[in-house]
């Protein structure tokens, strides 16, 4: 028996170490390592890059052996191979081979092309997107990209990318690449060769890293995307300045590419277009510039959300399913009921250092607003913070909850004021983080913001952005409570917002005086983003205001 024992344990010993393959990428043609190359787990997220001389070691032990192994290269076809074949070699050569390329005839027509410029200007410092080795791998061998629309055929002549900031020992090694769009989201590489460089901070000039692409005559027509992918790790960090409310996409490795609202990385092309060609892109007429707030970088705690079961949690999630929406939302923890309401385009997971903390005393009820998250809505009507409401007593009266408190954090503040207008009976306290009783409360150059953002989504009219219309409208005109309204309100009621907030400082201690059993704590040097960086602070003062 021991003999058995210890001949499955060499099995097994030798079965993992299989796993972990070792190899070389080489061109078919050429007999020549690919350097950079991608491979990894077709549709998951983890995978290796390439060293310069195309060696790789990949660890499959987590791997499930009816998955494929995909290794993906511009200019070559993609390969594949089920992971079952692919570990019975613990050593690897692959050999990749080239395109073939379909040259056609091409007449040449005298034709007036015109440089334009498309995508994200901003050079902000304040809200970036954050490159960081040392952080986690599977992230910063991540890809983020940006939506681009060209109604005519036009010429990619240069790849901007702005540069807030940028401390590295070496040169930053990074990929571009060029996609073709399916289903709103990036698909395949239109590229005939790969575009790798590398970044050192001289080549910035004026915050912008500028490559010149006009001898790879790239031609692009209809919705392509603008992709950047890091290959080699170095120490330091590199922040790539981003635009507020604008979408960029992300996606690790071979997963899924995933929308990211919050905001977009300023990547920007020039262009060659017919000046004779209509132009359904609108957006360009637009000012594209972003805000730039003291935000800082909250890159970070979306990261750091991520990684929490709040929000995901298929142990405590459930839906309450209305006439007209199914309401997503968790319990954790006893004791007197607390709601957490998130922000516009939030969720649950935006909470994540509050949950925790506040479920020790409280019985904590977080949920995602119709229409965002995991909740949905099948109206078409305009939203409004009354409907929002509505919804929170919903679910309150479903649970059994007679009175609750409510901590809402900016349009969650703003549903809870209208909550304490409407149901003043059900509500215990209430605490409000950059909250607005008007849109006049707002930061004018925001409210600009979203106006022009606003328009741009109209003109586009896609189906899949109808909700992102609707929200983005909803800040335009909601919410608007009056003075007469706000001195109704005999709740105790906790206003709190930062020192550097979009809402403005006037407005967030007009909105307390109104309020006669209010308290106003202003944070300093805090912006709007005090759930999450602020989030021990708040926690306490929470706490302290429930028990008085």
């Known amino acids: 028996m021991k003999k058995l024992n210890l001949l499955s344990l060499l099995l097994t010993a030798g079965f993992y170490y299989s796993q972990t393959i070792s190899g070389t990428i080489f061109s078919k043609d050429e007999n020549l390592p690919i350097p950079y190359a991608k491979i990894g787990i077709e549709k998951e997220n983890t995978g290796e890059i390439t060293d310069e001389k195309g060696n790789f070691t990949i660890d499959l032990s987590k791997a499930k052996i009816s998955n494929k192994i995909k290794v993906e290269v511009a200019g070559y076809e993609t390969f594949t191979e089920n992971i079952s074949d692919f570990i019975k070699q613990s050593s690897q050569k692959i050999y990749l081979k080239e395109k073939v390329k379909n040259i056609r005839e091409v007449q040449l027509k005298p034709k007036k092309l015109v440089d334009k410029n498309w995508g994200v200007n901003t050079k902000t410092k304040s809200v970036m997107y954050s490159v960081n080795p040392a952080f986690k791998k599977e992230d910063f061998l991540g890809e983020t990209a940006l939506e681009f629309k060209a109604s005519k055929k036009s010429k990619i002549r240069n790849i901007n990318l702005n540069i807030a900031s940028i401390t590295a020992d070496r040169p930053v090694v990074m990929r571009y690449t060029i996609y073709n769009e399916k289903n709103g989201f990036p698909n395949e590489s239109i590229l005939d060769e790969e575009i790798t460089v590398e970044l050192t901070k001289d080549k910035i000039v004026d915050q912008t890293f500028t490559l010149d692409v006009n001898d790879k005559n790239i031609w692009v027509q209809g919705k392509f995307f603008v992709g950047i992918q890091f290959l080699k790790e170095f120490e330091g960090r590199l922040n790539i300045s981003a635009a507020l409310f604008r979408t960029g996409y992300l996606r690790k490795f071979y997963g899924d590419w995933q929308k990211m609202s919050i905001a977009a990385p300023a990547i920007n092309i020039d ?45 405590v999630g ?95 503040g703003n549903t809870g004021l209208e909550f304490a207008i409407k149901y003043p009976e059900s509500l215990n306290k209430l605490i409000t983080i950059g909250a607005n009783a008007f849109p006049e409360g707002v930061d004018q150059n925001l409210i600009d913001n979203f106006t022009i953002k606003y328009k741009v989504s109209q003109l586009q009219n896609k189906p899949e952005n109808f909700n992102e219309t609707r929200l983005l409208k909803l800040m335009l005109k909601e919410p608007k409570i009056t003075e007469k309204q706000l001195n109704k309100i005999q709740n105790k009621v906790l206003v709190i917002a930062g020192e550097k907030d979009v809402i403005t400082r006037e407005h967030t201690e007009f909105m307390a005086k109104q309020m006669p059993n209010s308290e106003l704590k202003i944070y300093k040097d805090a912006t709007h983003m005090i759930p999450f960086e602020n989030a021990e602070q708040l926690n306490q003062d929470i706490l302290d205001f429930l028990k008085k």
């Open 271 to 315: 262009v060659k277009v017919d000046k004779n060609a209509k132009d359904d892109n609108k957006q360009e007429e637009f000012d594209d510039k972003a805000l730039a707030y003291d935000f800082g970088d909250v890159s970070k705690y979306v990261e750091e959300s991520n990684k929490e079961i709040y929000g995901k949690n298929n142990q």
């Open 318 to 412: 459930k839906f309450l399913n209305l006439k007209d929406a199914h309401l997503y939302y968790e319990v954790y923890g006893e004791g007197e009921p607390l709601f957490l309401l998130h922000g516009n385009s939030g969720s649950i997971k935006d909470f994540y250092q509050q949950i925790p903390v506040l479920a020790k005393q409280y019985k904590v009820i977080v949920m995602d607003t119709r229409a965002q998250g995991k909740s949905t809505d099948t109206t078409k009507k305009d939203f409004n913070y009354k409907i929002f409401a509505d919804d929170v007593k919903a679910l309150a009266n479903y649970l059994g909850l007679q009175k609750i408190s409510i901590a809402g954090w900016s349009d969650g």
